[in-house]
């Protein structure tokens, strides 16, 4: 059974740092994407960044690029999400999820920025940014 383990959540000050981590079992990096979302309550669940292990291509959201890394170590079957300068509208539940990989001219562009589209998920894990 597939399982995503997210880590790493907790309170920063704006413009300080957190990495997530998310630890998968039971599956193999280099068939899935893994991808990073968040939710605040009363908002629907914002795609922020995801990783594709099989041809290293990545995707940030505006509201993260630049300020945001991912980036995987697969014999640790682990993304993490390296998150710089925070603000206080960063805070909210992270989850990770796993899709199946699938190669770009078989999806479209914003496939995987689409929570509908994975098949997996970890339970969260609650990031507070104060100002």
């Known amino acids: 059974e597939v399982q995503l383990v997210e880590s790493g959540g907790g309170l920063v000050q704006a413009g300080g740092s957190l990495r997530l981590s998310c630890a998968a079992s039971?599956?193999?990096?280099?068939?899935?994407?893994i991808g990073w979302f968040r939710q605040v309550p009363g908002k629907e669940r914002e795609g922020v960044s995801w990783?594709?292990?099989?041809?290293?291509?990545?995707y940030y959201a505006g509201s993260v690029r630049g300020r945001f890394t991912i980036s995987s170590d697969n014999a640790k079957n682990t993304v993490y999400l390296q998150m710089n300068s925070l603000k206080p509208d960063d805070t909210a539940v992270y989850y990770c999820?796993?899709?199946?990989?699938?190669?770009?001219?078989?999806?479209?562009?914003?496939?995987?920025?689409?929570?509908?589209?994975?098949?997996?998920w970890g339970q969260g894990t609650q990031v507070t940014v104060s100002s």
């Open positions: 039971e599956l193999t990096f280099d068939d899935y994407v």
């Open positions: 990783l594709s292990s099989s041809d290293g291509d990545t």
């Open positions: 999820a796993a899709s199946v990989y699938l190669p770009a001219n078989y999806r479209s562009d914003n496939y995987y920025v689409r929570p509908k589209n994975y098949d997996y």
